[in-house]
Structures are given as C-alpha cells and as structure tokens.
C-alpha cells in the first residue's frame, strides 16, 4: 500500500489540486484569492465552481450534496439532497447551482440556541466556507459551512472561529510591520489536535447500559491489573487494534487529514491519534471527522470507539490536546525562538503577549475546556489540573527573569547526550524538559493546551485563545505604534519587561498535580475553578463581554446564549446519567444481587440438609454482608430518585439553578450509590453479575 498513499491522500477532497485542474483560470485565480487572504468571494464565479465542484463529485460516486455545519451540539450536523433536477415526467439531469454552494437553509429552532431562536423562529442558513475544502463522503458532496440564525447571530462553531482568526491576523500583522516586516500578508493560527480513545469490544458494550446511554461506566469495580506496571503505553499494538488503525488511516488520509502518529496510550484499551498541523479551521473540521470516522471504523472491527473523557473510574482518562501556533503566509512560525531567543525581540513580545493573555484571561480558557465528562478528568494524577499556569521551559523562563531583573542573559546551549555506548550515535538535547502536568506548555514552536477533553470540539478552546492574545497584540500595538523609530527597540524592551513582570506569576515548571502547587497557586492569585458549572459565568462578566464584542468575535447576545447551552448541557447530561443509574440499580442490579444471595441461601440448605452440623459460616458472611449492602443500595438509590424529582421544581428558577442543583444534590447521590453498586460487584459470582466488568471491557480487544 505505501506507494499508493501520496495518491490516496487527499483523493476525495476537492483540493487546490483539483480546483487548478478544472476550473478556469481566472475562476481559480480568484477563489484562491478568498482562501488565501479572507477576501469577500466573487459571487460571480460561484455557477462555474459549483458546476466543477458537482461534475467532480458525481466521479467519486456522489448523488447528493449537504451543507456541513457545527451546530452547538457538540456535534455536525447534515441535510443531503439530490443532485438531480427534472426535465419532464420521466427524465432528469443532474444539477447543483452556485445559488446552492453559497447558501442553504436549515431549521434554526431545532438546534440549542440559548434563547436566540424560539420554536417559531425556525429560519437559519448555512453559508459555505472557501476555506475550508469541500469533500466526498458515504455518497455526498459534503461542503463546510458556517451556520447563524434568520437574525444573524452565529448558531454555530465556526463562525466565531473564523472571526477569531481574522482579529489575531489583524493584530499580529500591526506587530510585524513594527519590525519591518511588510512581507507578510496573512497570519493564521495553526492547530494540530491530538486525539485519545478508548477501543472496546462491541458485544461487550452492548450489554452496558451505562455505555450505551451516557458513554462512560457508571458502575464498575476496578480489574485486578490496571494500568500501574505502566506496560500498555506504547506497548505493542494487538493484531485487532493495528486492523483498526489501518483502516482509519486510509479513510483519513483519503479525506485529506494528515494522520501521523498512533500508539497505545496509558491505560489499558486507551489510544493516541496525532495528526500534523492545518490553520485552526481546517484542524477542527479535520479533529470532526476523526472522531466520526474513529466511531463508524470500530464499529467495522466488531469494536466501539468510547471518546468520553473518563469511560472508566480509577484509570486514565482521554484529552485532546490542543497545539497551537502563529504561521505566516510567508512561511515563518512566529513562535520559534530561533538559536538565540534572547537576541529575538520579535519573539519575546509574542511570547509575552500570550503570556499575559493566558493570565489575564485563565478564566476563560478553564471555561473552554469545561463539560461534564472533563469535570471527572481535570485535576486527577492523569490530566492537567484545573489551575491553569504556564510552562515555558528552562532556557525562557530564565531569559524572561534576566529581562525581568533587568540583567543581561548569558545561556549556554544544550549539551550533546551520550550514552555511553559506542555504536549509538550522540546527539544534541533539547533546551529544556517537558512537563505533562502544565495545562499549556511552551514545546519548542508551539503551546500544548492540555486541558480540552478527548469529545470536545476543539473550537471553543481555539477561540477563546485567539481572541485573549489578539486583545494583548492590540494593546502593544497601540502603545507601540506612536512610538519614534530611535526609541522603537528601547519601548519594545520595556513593554516586554513590564508584561514579563506582571504576568509572571502564571509560569509555573514545577509539579502541577502537587497539593503544594494548589496552595501557591493560591498565594499568587489564580483561580482554581474544579467544576464546570462554576465555570460557565465567566463569559458574562463585563471583561469577557468587553473581550469578545470589541472585536466582533461574539456579540452579547451570542455569549449568554452559548452560557445559556452550557448549563443546559450539563443538567441534560447528568439527569440522563441519573436515570440510567436508576434503571440499572433497580431493574439490574438489584434483582441479580438479589438472585444470587437466594442461590447462595440454597446452597447453605442443601449443605445442611445433607449434614446439619456441616458449617455454613461463609455462606452466612456473604448473605449478610451482601443483604446490609443490597439494602444501602436500596437506599441510596430512593435518595437519588428523590434528588432526581426535585430537579423538576428547579427548571422555574432557570438553568444556572438546575444545573447547580445537578451538581450539589444530585451527583453526590449518584457517587453514593456507586460505592455501594461496586462493593456488591465484588462479592457477587461473576456468572450472576448482570453486566460485563472492567476487566472483560479492557481486556478483551
């Protein structure tokens, strides 16, 4: 297959290859245009584009066309209709105009809108994006679109991703033509999103309601092993998985998304995805896909692909993390800090800019990452904390204390590693170590933000943090911009200088999981937000608001709207949790502890009707300690209902109050009756427990 791959990759996208060869060339010129620069599109070429876009298509076996959009569902979403177009009663021909291209219609009241839209408010449109290529899939011509109400509000992700880029282009480029620099035209944002799942057998997870319903176990007893002999990461791929992988490759690679790395992860039955960079709207796009494509290739393979951030209690859970870069049109990384990052002022207040974006807006990146199934991973010995600090590594963490100080910086370079052993090579170290336990660490030409979980969309993340450093770029443009060319570098120094010490504060190279951490964390001012519920008003305070509407990124009614989803979201997702919890302990799990404490009972008669004074000692120790159990488990789950039915009486008070009410009374119920379901598990015959165990679900592939 390897030398198929150059020509798989990319052949079911409508790519700039494929646009040169079959558009005009003034057409192409022009559409290339508007993706390369974010010009307004010709609408007068859009008949020409769509006719090629279709004929193309209808080669690779499409017969229908939908507009692909980022619904705030977390999701995509998709309406197909045919190509075709009737000619008289019997005929038809196959036509797509560029009337349909631009625009589509979809209904605006059926998908979250955070009190943007009512049930009678239906009208919305999707509007195609250049940007970001069209592709063929499962039959379809599936074009990217952005996605906003009759009214003009963004229903969507993409839209706010799209501003977002435009400002941090704006504003990066008044920085760069203070460095002589009028080369550069465009700046993007480029992303590279690393994917952890989970693979698990198919017919095991059938017999899993809590899988089913909410994507994580419920209930579970840990495995004997897990993943503390540390041999599963990395370790070698099993036969089953390497099939799986394969395929995913292929399919990917044919969608045009840049498939690189894969690997066993920490825990058992948990895997990695990496694919190389694209500009921020193309990796999230690409990071949707994935993530259908991971599902649907599972499930080819007898397997389902779990992308829920703690599928299993006690062992680690899945992120996505979010690499994040600055690239010019030129082809520079912005965030390379050349040999001598000491020596490069242009780096260094790019480097102090997200720094200080990163501090003064911590907030609302906590806020980015924050859902209900990562309020289960942040913080453990498996993920980032939710603190959120900086990693910048050795070598900048002394040349920005040196700038602070006002002292010059003399480094020295990373020595040569030498093992020691003749026939291995030495070669030159990295400038620095990494640390795995920083929420956004500085990895040599990128930040690493750790923080977003395995199912999010990546495009939250990607906002907030284009638009927190384009506010910081405008500021120093600002404040540069009147400044006399002589006194140019003094002024750049000393805003460096200011920035590194006032925002220092959010560097942090040591332990993040530490509980001496959280208490200095405390002591320098950062906000240390464990739950996603308390999370969610940062978007509203005046600063956010001031934030997001002086660019245009969201306006306010888009914010509270999108706060508005996010509460509901997260009563949504517990309630479903809670009642899943409810069916299985009443409908499952009890009936089958029951069952077996009766077989347990009959036995202990059979014995003694065979001999009366035979002992039936541990027949009687499992009858009682499981009966006492049952009966907790009885309990607890009468309180649990209780708590469930209470919620109804909190949805008048408005979504912050039910979603707190989830949090404070009903989670802790479901932790309670948890304890009690787990410690039954293990004293049940694994024949009479109702459902697969961890061991079975990890295990197995």
């Known amino acids: 297959m390897t030398e198929h791959v150059p020509n798989m990759f990319g052949s079911m996208v409508f790519n700039d290859d494929v646009m040169r060869q079959r558009l005009p060339k003034d057409v192409y010129k022009s559409l290339r245009k508007t993706i390369a620069t974010g010009e307004t599109l010709d609408a007068s070429i859009a008949d020409c584009v769509a006719n090629a876009m279709k004929d193309w298509a209808i080669e690779k076996g499409a017969t229908h066309f939908t507009h692909w959009f980022q619904p705030l569902t977390g999701v995509t979403a998709e309406k197909h209709d045919a190509f075709i177009s009737p000619i008289g009663p019997c005929q038809v021909i196959m036509e797509f105009s560029g ?22 408010e239906a009208r919305g449109y999707t509007a195609w994006d250049p940007a970001s290529y069209a592709f063929v899939k499962d039959g379809s011509l599936y074009i990217p679109t952005a996605f906003c109400s009759y009214t003009g509000e963004a229903l969507d992700t993409k839209t706010p991703l799209l501003r977002s880029m435009a400002v941090i282009n704006t504003q990066t480029l008044r920085l760069l033509r203070l460095f002589g620099d009028e080369e550069t035209t465009r700046v993007t944002t480029t992303v590279g999103a690393e994917q952890e799942y989970f693979l698990v057998d198919k017919e095991m997870y059938r017999r899993r309601k809590d899988l089913f319903f909410t994507g994580r176990t419920l209930f579970g007893a840990g495995a004997p092993k897990g993943q503390e002999l540390e041999d599963h990461y990395f370790g070698s791929i099993k036969p089953r998985v390497a099939a799986f992988m394969e395929e995913l490759d292929e399919e990917l690679w ?38 259908e494509q991971m599902k649907k290739i599972a499930e080819r393979h ?14 680690n859970g899945s992120g996505k993390h979010d690499n994040w870069a600055l690239s010019t049109d030129t082809g520079k990384n912005l965030l390379n800090p050349g040999k001598t990052p000491a020596d490069n002022p242009q780096f260094l207040l790019i480097l102090a800019g997200v720094i200080r974006a990163v501090d003064e807006y911590q907030d609302l990146l906590r806020l980015s990452v924050a859902t209900p199934g990562n309020d289960h991973r942040l913080g453990g010995h498996e993920a980032p904390p939710a603190i959120v600090s900086m990693f910048i590594g ?69 906002i907030v943090l284009n638009t927190a450093v ?31 010490v006032a925002h220092r504060r959010i560097i942090f190279s040591g332990n993040g ?22 999370a969610f008003p940062a978007f509203l305070t005046p600063k956010s608001v001031e934030l997001f509407t002086r660019h245009a990124v969201m306006s306010e ?118 304890e009690y379901v787990d410690a039954m598990e293990q004293m049940t015959d694994s024949a009479d427990w109702p459902m697969p165990t961890y061991g079975d679900l990890m295990f197995r592939i």
């Open 470 to 500: 384009a506010e910081v770029f405008r500021t120093f443009a600002d404040r540069l911009e009147g400044v006399s060319k002589k006194d140019l570098n003094n002024a750049i120094n000393d805003l460096i200088r200011e920035t590194i």
């Open 394 to 462: 050795e070598e900048l963490e002394a040349v920005l204390d040196a700038i602070a100080s006002g002292e010059h910086y003399v480094g020295k370079r990373a020595g040569r590693m030498d093992l020691g052993i003749s026939s291995i090579p030495t070669f030159r170290k990295d400038t620095t170590d990494r640390n795995r336990t920083s929420p956004f660490a500085f990895t040599g030409n990128k930040f690493e933000f750790r923080m977003p979980g395995s199912s999010a969309n990546i495009a939250l993340p990607n």
């Open 513 to 534: 999981y530490s509980k001496e951490w959280e208490e200095e964390a405390a002591r320098r001012g950062l906000s240390n937000i464990r739950k996603a519920v308390d």
């Open 99 to 120: 009337k349909e291209l631009i625009k589509g219609e979809s209904d605006a009241s059926s998908f979250p809108s955070g009190g943007i839209r009512s049930t009678f």
């Open 254 to 291: 044919k969608l045009g998304i840049t498939s690189k790395t894969k690997h066993n992860e920490a825990a058992p039955a948990q895997h990695e995805l990496a694919p190389v960079y694209a500009t921020a709207n193309l990796a999230v796009d690409h990071n949707l896909l994935m993530m």
């Open 557 to 674: 009614a888009e914010l509270a709207s999108r706060v508005e989803i996010m509460y509901e979201n997260y009563a949504k997702v517990t309630n479903i949790e809670a009642l899943t919890m409810i069916e299985m302990a009443s409908r499952d799990i009890i009936p089958a502890v029951n069952a077996y404490i009766g077989k347990v009972a009959s036995a202990a008669k059979a014995k003694r009707d065979v001999c009366p004074t035979v002992s039936c000692m541990v027949e009687e120790d499992i009858i009682e300690k499981l009966s006492g159990l049952n009966e907790q488990t009885y309990k607890a789950l009468g309180r649990l209902k209780e708590a469930e039915a209470k919620a109804k009486n909190k949805i008048q008070e408005g979504t912050p109050a039910l979603a707190k009410h989830y949090l404070e009374e009903v989670v802790p119920c479901m932790e309670e009756l948890r």
């Open 302 to 315: 007898g397997m389902v692909c779990l992308l829920h951030e703690k599928p299993f209690h006690g062992v």
